[in-house]
């Protein structure tokens, strides 16, 4: 064989190698959202008209709003579980603020309206939702990366003042 040959055979034989080699799972590092300081400090929400908040299983979530003109919200969003610290924050907005408001349920069954507020960046998608009475919120997260990760924030919990 010549070397001709054998150098096309070793590029395409590295290539396919690599190729099947499974992708590193993110780490709370890789992730657009940032570690949590400090969740559970008063201090660090005092920038926000309402916070709500949900802790069960060892998990804690926070979301603090303040209401902005023109159908927007600026928003925190911080969870401290087992597997990470997460934190989001940003301006999210209504897109729809002439429509009806969507319709949630309470952890009893009963129907609620819901106003959403829609946050986009580069990877992800995180839905705001809350009541009309603003008395609690859900979040919806959708990853745009597709890529595998535990390190999001916790979907479709009820989040209470």
């Known amino acids: 064989m010549t070397m001709n040959r054998i ?27 940032k570690p949590v300081a400090d969740l559970l400090s008063v201090t660090a ?12 299983d060892g998990s804690v979530q926070k979301l603090g709003v303040k ?12 969870e401290k579980n087992n597997l990470c610290d997460v934190e989001y924050e940003g301006i999210a907005q209504n897109l729809y603020p002439d429509s009806d408001g969507e319709s949630d349920d309470d952890e009893e069954g009963n129907a609620y309206f819901a106003i959403e507020y829609i946050f986009e960046d580069d990877g992800n998608t995180i839905y705001i939702r809350i009541a009309e009475e603003k008395d ?16 999001v924030p916790s979907p479709n919990f009820l989040l209470k003042r």
């Open 136 to 151: 609690k919120a859900r979040i919806k997260f959708s990853d745009k990366t597709r890529e595998e990760t535990d390190c």
């Open 7 to 33: 150098i096309p055979m070793l590029f395409l034989a590295s290539v396919s190698w690599t190729a099947c080699e499974p992708a590193p799972k993110k780490t709370v590092q890789d992730m657009p959202g």
């Open 67 to 78: 209401y902005l003109p023109d159908n927007k919200i600026k928003f925190r969003l911080s």
């Open 45 to 56: 929400w005092t920038a926000f008209e309402t916070v709500y908040s949900r802790g069960e």
